[in-house]
């Protein structure tokens, strides 16, 4: 009986014990709850995927549009761009090696890291990404007011220093691709108003156009225009967030000796004190040395921001374009597609004279250079439009130029190219915006034009004209508006 009584006196501390035990494992649970419940809030509070609704995306942020209706604004529209298929917005997947790199870059595990890698550095390189992530969206969703459409938004030096060393814009080859459908937008020249116009006109249910469809940038983006610096530094923000929407290509403004005397270089000067513009301009035109030269849409059309070659007699010679690329004229092709334009009723090509590099090419090198390369459409920019795109050779070339009123004097239409999937092709064109307009009161009427020749005007506005006597002619756009339907390529 006493040896009873003393096991079950034994048995009871054990008791305590183990109620001790499942109190600790309770609160462990309850801890652990705690921690999931409080990650779930935490990625809540991250950016949500580009195709959740737009409280979830950007909650009460107020939209771009101007005061003018999409109607009074564009004048016609040949088609509505559909809603994109889920890969239009996909991304590059590989994981980024160094930190900010590949912003949208999904969390990756020790397993997938480089040789030598900690799980500690794997999960500190994540966290790092995801906090570059997250204030490079509120930066986006900030620059993208509409107060900033004619006013200069307040850079930080660091924040731009930083954007300019991301690998994402520099890594890419000299010749990229993409799917349609695509948006193709030709030269802004600083003319950020314009740019959030175009985004603006592709809104869908409340998301910002910028996040729903793929864009062909020509080249351009700096000069001439008061903003300048929202251009460029916008797009290359929307590049790193999302890298296979957005192509960015060299135009010959991207240049430093063309960007320090049109106008970029000025505004820097103006907007950052003493030796910190010096540094930007110099890493600006470093980024820039990196940009690709020319892209495939859909396979069968080819966009460059100048214009063709005699020398591109197949598509392996873009492989051979240098990157990074200092100077045009250190590659021939590379000159070509950067500074060429077309002359109506030339045969082969000839110098131009009124450029001072690169060639002038007619009809028949159009069509032999589209035959060589099995392309069926050349888009450029590079030239001003009085209606924002012009047609060359029926419509084997179009010209288009996205920047409204280029000079004031003289004020012409912007235009946008429309690619849809299956291969048709439509314009959206803008009028310039009335001089009343409230964008056009913010901030300061400054153009950082510099030793722009304001009698440039004359050569603008169409296509050159081939004389007998060698020289260019008047200019000829023949714009048919009416006759311009979706054409399927």
Same mark, same amino acid.
């Given at each position: ?10 048995? @009871? ?11 600790? @494992? ?54 509505? $761009? ?11 997947? %590989? ?24 799980? =500690?550095?794997?999960?500190? &390189? ?29 850079? #930080? ?5 930083? @954007? ?10 000299? %010749?990229v691709s993409c799917k349609?459908?695509? *948006? ?8 950020? @108003?314009?740019?959030? &116009?175009? /985004? ?12 729903? %469809? ?14 300048? $610096? ?11 967030? !999302? ?6 290509? &060299? ?22 004190? =003493?030796?910190?513009?010096?540094? $930007?301009?110099?890493? /600006? #035109? ?8 020319? !892209? ?60 001072? *590099? ?28 009085? #209606? ?45 915006l009335p001089k009343d ?39 000829k756009c023949h714009v ?10």
């Amino acid at each position: 009986m006493a040896k009873t009584v003393e096991e079950n006196k034994a048995k @009871t501390p054990s008791k305590k014990k183990n109620t001790v035990e499942d109190s600790k @494992t309770t609160e462990k649970t309850s801890e652990d709850k705690e921690r999931k419940s409080s990650k779930k809030k935490k990625a809540s509070m991250q950016l949500p995927p580009l195709n959740t609704s737009a409280e979830q995306l950007f909650g009460s942020q107020e939209m771009i549009p101007t005061n003018m209706s999409k109607e009074s604004t564009f004048e016609y529209e040949d088609f509505d $761009l559909r809603t994109l298929e889920k890969d239009a917005l996909d991304v590059d997947s %590989s994981p980024s090696l160094i930190s900010g790199d590949l912003l949208d870059a999904p969390e990756y595990s020790a397993r997938d890291a480089p040789d030598g890698e900690s799980p =500690g550095k794997v999960a500190a &390189r994540n966290a790092k990404e995801s906090a570059i992530k997250k204030k490079l969206g509120r930066c986006i969703k900030n620059l993208t007011k509409k107060k900033y459409a004619g006013n200069f938004y307040k850079f #930080n030096y660091n924040d731009v220093s930083k @954007t300019l060393k991301m690998s994402i814009l520099m890594k890419e080859p000299a %010749s990229v691709s993409c799917k349609a459908p695509a *948006v193709i937008i030709g030269d802004l020249h600083g003319q950020y @108003t314009d740019l959030l &116009r175009i /985004f603006a006109c592709f809104n869908e249910k409340g998301v910002p156009g910028y996040y729903t %469809s793929r864009y062909v940038f020509l080249g351009d983006y700096v000069d001439r225009g008061k903003q300048s $610096l929202e251009v460029v530094i916008l797009v290359m923000w929307l590049k790193i967030m !999302c890298p296979k929407q957005f192509m960015l290509l &060299r135009g010959n403004h991207e240049f430093r000796a063309i960007n320090r005397t049109y106008g970029f270089y000025s505004e820097l000067k103006a907007r950052f004190p =003493g030796m910190y513009s010096d540094i $930007l301009f110099e890493q /600006f #035109n470093d980024c820039f040395m990196h940009f690709p030269l020319c !892209c495939f849409v859909a396979g069968n059309i080819l966009c460059m921001h100048g214009g063709i070659s005699s020398k591109m007699t197949s598509r392996e010679v873009f492989n051979t374009l240098p990157k990074p690329l200092r100077d045009s004229k250190d590659h021939p092709i590379a000159c070509d597609l950067m500074w060429a334009d077309p002359m109506i009723g030339l045969k082969g090509e000839k110098r131009n004279h009124v450029r001072g *590099v690169s060639v002038y090419f007619g009809e028949d090198q159009l069509e032999k250079t589209m035959a060589d390369l099995g392309i069926k459409l050349v888009v450029r920019g590079h030239q001003m439009m009085q #209606n924002g795109f012009n047609f060359f050779n029926g419509f084997k070339l179009a010209t288009v130029f996205s920047a409204s009123s280029y000079y004031p004097d003289k004020p012409n239409k912007g235009a946008v190219m429309c690619v849809t999937k299956e291969g048709r092709i439509g314009f959206k064109s803008f009028a310039p915006l009335p001089k009343d307009h409230p964008a056009n009161k913010r901030g300061t009427d400054q153009r950082f034009r510099d030793s722009h020749d304001q009698t440039a005007i004359e050569e603008d506005g169409g296509h050159a004209v081939f004389k007998p006597d060698g020289k260019a002619g008047e200019k000829k756009c023949h714009v048919r508006r009416v006759e311009h339907k979706p054409t399927s390529l």
